[in-house]
């Protein structure tokens, strides 16, 4: 089960910009999804090896739907999609090519069919979609962390269309200042390429839209660890929303 975020629930529009607006929608329904998953671990060289079959099926999934308000002005608001189904294989390794670096990789490849039939949308459409991510971890010594990730994202449906596959590049580096205070530096899609491109494509309606932050992103924050206890977990980096 999967509730809607608060402001998806808010009807108060939010203006974009001069022909585009956002609203929530107070009769969304939450999510129900039936699932069925078998897994197979394995260790081999080091190296931990994972793989997930898994089949889903989703009623009242959250979809985007936009619709013109007026002749220049685009409502984008949450509806109820149908039904969903999916099916595919979650592969994933990790491990370390040397004493000091580490990787982790994973990619997911699914048959995914959406009917968009109660929006009045096309009934059933389906497409093949796969998703990919890799880091790569240096430990250089004690006090000093580094991490590259990339991550990619194929086609997604959507009741209106589908969005266009988006990719990104990030770095991190961490210093350990003292036991519990740490200095942190992420620089966010280091190859200026993320992007989210949506394509509505109805009889009735015909539209692109891409959205993008400004260039390269960076951070340098502290970070201080409270309690005590014994080894804590790598807290990992926030490279932002994907």
């Known amino acids: 089960m999967a509730r809607p ?17 956002r609203a ?3 009769n969304l329904m939450p999510q129900e999804t039936h699932a069925f998953e ?3 671990e394995t260790r081999t060289h080091g190296a931990t090896l994972a793989a997930t079959a898994y089949a889903r099926r989703s009623l009242n999934g959250m979809t985007d739907v936009s619709r013109y308000i007026s002749p220049t002005v685009l409502l984008t608001t949450k509806e109820n999609l149908g039904k969903a189904t999916s099916g595919g294989v979650e592969l994933s390794a990790s491990g370390k ?3 000091a670096v580490s990787y982790n990789l994973s990619t997911n490849v699914f048959y995914n069919q959406i009917d968009a039939a109660n929006l009045g949308f096309a009934a059933k459409r389906s497409a093949i979609g796969y998703t990919g991510k890799a880091s790569l971890d240096y430990a250089a010594t004690a006090k000093d962390f580094f991490q590259v990730s990339a991550s990619y994202s194929g086609k997604r449906l959507t009741a209106q269309g589908r969005r266009l596959p988006s990719s990104s590049v990030n770095l991190g580096y961490r210093r350990k200042l003292t036991s519990d205070l740490s200095a942190v530096v992420t620089v966010s899609d280091l190859l200026n390429r993320q992007r989210d491109r949506t394509v509505i494509d109805t009889p009735t309606l015909s539209d692109q839209f891409e959205r993008r932050q400004l260039g390269r992103t960076a951070f340098v924050s502290l970070s201080w660890k ?5 080894k804590a977990k790598d807290p990992g980096f926030d490279y932002g929303a994907p």
């Open 5 to 21: 975020e608060p402001e998806d629930l808010n009807p108060y529009f939010v203006v974009i910009d001069a022909f585009s607006a």
């Open 24 to 26: 929530g929608n107070p």
């Open 38 to 40: 078998i897994g197979y």
């Open 97 to 99: 090519i040397a004493s």
């Open 226 to 230: 409270f309690g005590a206890g014994g």
